[in-house]
């Protein structure tokens, strides 16, 4: 079924290209211009019914759209209940949003509120990432964090986390004076810290790759270059609007954008990370208000270059500010160390640069620029 659904779109696609509607002459250098000036009226998928009469309609019983970490692993998680599944990315690969742009960090589960679904996910989670990454061999390793008080008015604070993390259920938290600390870890200053021996590092291109091995061997159908443009409700039944991802780049903005096939599955999961509000709202069914709003952040890291051994061996983190954790000291399995990420509140982008992960490429611009005036080892 999978199977007939792509080449039926494939045959769908060259026909319109044959036709010459979708706009195949490439105009890229006009494309920045386009996406800036959309307006979200413009690029809504049509909400008159008669014209999607022409489009190729296919049953699928789970649609999973976007196969960041998330996406892969719940197409995993369904593959192995021997549900059919699709999954639907709009790059043309896995794993190229926050899923790569991470500390690739094991969280240990200290910060969040007692009894919300992160608390709970986060440690029992971590639990079963350990165990899956031995299982499979995924590198990963144990190396623990420091959280540090830097001046004596952050201990208070310090005393919470630990309380919170102990509440969550946090095994092995201990508070450790600032001489202790030091002696750990020679190049640190600060007066007392909280040691969290759970938390570890993980490379997570590897453990993306094995879930996307697992998930392909179970019969899951990965198409990437597509992207969901939005859907609707049709009695009891969800219709998702699919193009070629191409197809946005070149499409002008000036018509409404149709979609090239119609996917109608049973269960639909919406894991496209930053996106996934943007694209719940491009549903014409659930009220507004449901679909929770987006504030978007953008964070660089800084490479310590220009030193062939790490000077830390555990993750460094400072008391938590707001909008993050704070710019920590990251270490990956290759002993490279990251000090960051910064956070800068953005204004929202629009939605087909957001389907696109555009903001991504900008944010990578701005990494490079800023290592590169970053000259001098940090
Ligand atoms: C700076 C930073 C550091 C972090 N550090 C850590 C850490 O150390 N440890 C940790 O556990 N977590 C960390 N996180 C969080 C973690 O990276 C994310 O929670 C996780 O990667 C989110 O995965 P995802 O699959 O939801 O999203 P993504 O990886 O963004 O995947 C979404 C996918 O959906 C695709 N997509 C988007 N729109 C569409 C569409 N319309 N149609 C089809 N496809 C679409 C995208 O191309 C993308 O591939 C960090 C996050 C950030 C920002």
Redesign the pocket.
């Given at each position: 079924m999978l199977k007939q659904t792509i080449q039926r779109w494939e045959r769908c696609i060259s026909a319109s290209r044959r036709r010459g509607d979708g706009h195949t002459k490439r105009k890229k250098h006009l494309f920045g211009k386009w996406v800036r000036s959309m307006s979200s009226s413009t690029i809504q998928s049509n909400d008159n019914r008669t014209t999607w009469d022409s489009v190729p309609k296919e049953r699928v019983e789970c649609v999973v759209?976007?196969?960041?970490?998330?996406?892969?692993a719940v197409a995993r998680a369904l593959a192995l209940k021997g549900r059919e599944v699709l999954v639907?990315?709009?790059?043309p690969t896995?794993?190229?949003?926050?899923?790569?742009?991470?500390?690739?960090?094991?969280?240990a589960g200290i910060y969040y509120p007692l009894n919300s679904f992160k608390a709970i996910f986060c440690v029992r989670g971590r639990e079963m990432l350990y165990e899956y990454c031995s299982k499979h061999d995924i590198p990963h390793k144990q190396i623990g964090k420091l959280i540090v008080a830097t001046r004596s008015s952050e201990i208070p604070k310090l005393n919470d986390i630990l309380n919170c993390g102990i509440q969550n259920g946090v095994d092995g938290l201990k508070i450790v004076d600032g001489v202790e600390a030091m002696k750990m870890e020679p190049e640190l200053q600060c007066v007392k810290a909280i040691l969290s021996p759970l938390t570890g590092i993980v490379d997570?291109h590897s453990l993306m790759l094995s879930l996307v091995g697992e998930a392909e061997n179970q019969g899951t159908t990965f198409t990437y270059n597509?992207?969901?443009?939005g859907g609707h409700l049709e009695g009891s039944e969800i219709c998702l609007h699919v193009t070629e991802?191409d197809r946005l780049t070149e499409w002008k903005g000036t018509s409404i954008l149709q979609p090239e096939l119609l996917l109608i599955p049973k269960l639909v999961v919406n894991?496209?990370?930053?996106?996934?509000p943007?694209?719940a709202k491009r549903f014409n069914g659930p009220k507004s208000g449901v679909v929770p709003p987006a504030y978007y952040a953008r964070?660089c890291?800084f490479t310590l270059s220009n030193t062939k051994n790490s000077p830390f061996r555990r993750l460094i983190y400072p008391i938590p500010e707001d909008g993050?954790i704070g710019v920590h000291v990251?270490i990956d399995l290759n002993g490279q160390v990251k000090f960051?990420?910064n956070v800068e509140w953005i204004d929202s982008v629009d939605d087909i640069s957001?389907?696109?992960?555009k903001e991504r490429t900008f944010m990578e611009y701005l990494v490079l620029l800023i290592f590169l005036e970053s000259s001098h080892p940090v």
């Open positions: 759209i976007g196969a960041g970490v998330v996406g892969i639907v990315e709009s790059a896995f794993g190229t949003g926050t899923s790569s742009r991470n500390s690739e960090v094991i969280h997570s597509s992207t969901v443009i991802t894991s496209t990370g930053l996106s996934s943007v694209l964070g890291y993050g990251t960051g990420p957001s389907f696109q992960n």
